[in-house]
């Protein structure tokens, strides 16, 4: 009941295309789903982050859309560059157990120019 | 300023020697993490520091020994490790470990080999 679920593992997209990566969860007691962006050699970096009161939430080219019925939740980019290229974790927590977060597997991001 | 800085960037040691990484914050956050994450794959929780105290540790080996002097310092003190322990040590920082705002803030991490 702790896992997320995130998919694809790689993905490929075109530059100005649009970049979609999909988690899904178990534990219906998550509250608090952040997506962290990594480059090669360095930490996470917190890119965006959703509460399941929210269906959506936009930040720049960054989209979070949220099911809560599914239990799914989405990374979009649109306008992808080759500068988005990175690892993208989501991840969720719960209020009771602090800030403990349960990322997913991460996905590959390579934008083509 | 939302930075969390780790020292040293890069550490090599063997299975004998004790080295100690780093970590400090100064936005004021009551809760430090230490994560260890392997190529390709998430991070993995070692130790929680809430006010300074350690709230968590998930069955970490002893060869692994966290400190926090401080609210805004945390220490990883490695002594005999292996080389399966080479990997990308990363220290987080959050404003409370329970309740209010959950974002974590991570540090760049040091790259760990151990020959």
């Known amino acids: 009941q702790q896992q997320v679920k995130q998919s694809p593992q790689s993905l490929i997209v075109q530059k100005g295309g649009i970049s979609i990566i999909n988690c899904a969860y178990e534990?219906?007691?998550?509250?608090?789903f952040p997506w962290y962006q990594q480059f090669p050699g360095k930490g996470p970096a917190l890119l965006i982050a959703?509460?399941?009161?929210?269906s959506e939430k936009k930040e720049g080219r960054f989209t979070i859309s949220f099911n809560k019925s599914a239990k799914q939740f989405s990374l979009h980019i649109m306008d992808s560059q080759p500068g988005d290229s990175a690892t993208y974790f989501c991840?969720?927590?719960?209020?009771?157990?602090?800030?403990?977060?349960?990322f997913g597997g991460g996905t590959r991001l390579m934008v083509k120019p | 300023d939302t930075e969390v800085t780790q020292t040293p960037k890069h550490l090599v040691m063997g299975m004998t020697n004790k080295k100690s990484l780093k970590c400090e914050q100064h936005?004021?956050?009551?809760?430090m993490y230490w994560y260890k994450q392997k190529a390709k794959k998430p991070p993995e929780l070692m130790f929680v520091?809430?006010?300074?105290?350690?709230?968590i540790n998930e069955s970490v080996p002893s060869r692994f020994s966290p400190e926090c002097p401080n609210s805004s310092l945390l220490n990883l003190h490695l002594h005999a490790l292996q080389p399966e322990d080479s990997a990308l040590y990363l220290c987080?920082?959050?404003?409370?470990?329970?309740?209010?705002?959950?974002?974590?803030?991570f540090g760049p991490g040091t790259r760990l080999t151990v020959l």
């Open positions: 991840a969720a927590s719960r209020p009771n157990a602090g800030n403990m977060l349960t």
């Open positions: 534990n219906t007691a998550f509250d608090y």
């Open positions: 520091y809430s006010y300074e105290k350690l709230s």
């Open positions: 936005m004021g956050h009551r809760a």
């Open positions: 987080a920082s959050s404003q409370a470990f329970t309740g209010g705002r959950n974002e974590q803030f």
């Open positions: 959703i509460r399941p009161d929210v």
